[in-house]
């Protein structure tokens, strides 16, 4: 059982609904991260939260809108996404820079 | 620009068969490489963390090595439970990124 629990598994959306996905983890880590994972592709970085406050954007499009609450929560807020955003994502958190990223198992996202 | 480069692409192997899975990297100032498993539909799973040439980390059939240019995953006796897409990504430590290699998809046979 994984340390980071991420809802929903599923989520089918159309491109002008608004949803959220949400994360949470009770390790006491510092920073959380979102990242968007492609079949037989890596993990891309999205955003992190350090101490609640946004340290990375990759320049993602702001049709994504990540929310820190607290230390615990991490919410991906959706708007008018397109068909490519259909992806597995995925939240982590890590106690720091150069501890390890600990995984959730991902909200599989289908834009029709 | 940081890389790391994972081979092979991808590797068949019988029950019993040892092998080695192997993560080469050009990262200035490594902080950590780490070691994950990802199953299909799942999140990745952390095995390792290696900090500095020479640290090995075992555990069950899986033991990882790392050197100042290269990081292995050795399998020992490989079940097909074992069987899943192997992550190595390393870490400058200097912020939160990091340089995932592109995977070893690994399948045991019975």
């Known amino acids: 059982d994984t340390e980071v629990t991420q809802t929903p598994k599923h989520l089918v959306m159309g491109m002008t609904n608004k949803k959220s996905l949400k994360c949470e983890q009770h390790?006491?880590?510092?920073?959380m991260y979102w990242y968007k994972q492609k079949a037989k592709k890596p993990p891309e970085l999205m955003f992190v939260?350090?101490?609640?406050?946004?340290?990375i954007n990759e320049s993602v499009p702001s049709r994504f809108s990540p929310e820190c609450p607290n230390s615990s929560l991490l919410n991906l807020h959706l708007h008018a996404l397109q068909p490519e955003d259909s992806a597995l994502y995925l939240c982590a958190s890590s106690q720091d820079r150069s501890q390890p990223q600990h995984f959730g198992d991902g909200t599989r996202l289908s834009i029709l | 620009e940081d890389q790391v480069t994972q081979s092979p692409e991808a590797l068949r192997l019988q029950e019993g068969e040892s092998s080695s899975l192997n993560c080469s990297y050009t990262v200035s100032g490594l902080r950590g490489l780490f070691w994950y498993r990802q199953d299909p539909g799942k999140g990745p799973e952390f095995l390792f963390t290696?900090?500095?040439a020479g640290e090995e980390k075992e555990k069950e059939r899986l033991k990882a090595t790392l050197t100042k240019k290269e990081s292995f995953l050795h399998i020992t006796a490989p079940k097909p439970e074992d069987s899943a897409t192997y992550l190595c990504?390393?870490?400058?430590?200097?912020?939160?990124?990091?340089?995932f290699g592109k995977g070893t998809l690994l399948t045991v046979n019975p």
């Open positions: 390790m006491g880590h510092r920073a």
């Open positions: 990504a390393a870490s400058r430590g200097s912020n939160y990124k990091l340089t």
């Open positions: 939260y350090s101490y609640e406050k946004l340290s």
């Open positions: 290696l900090y500095s």
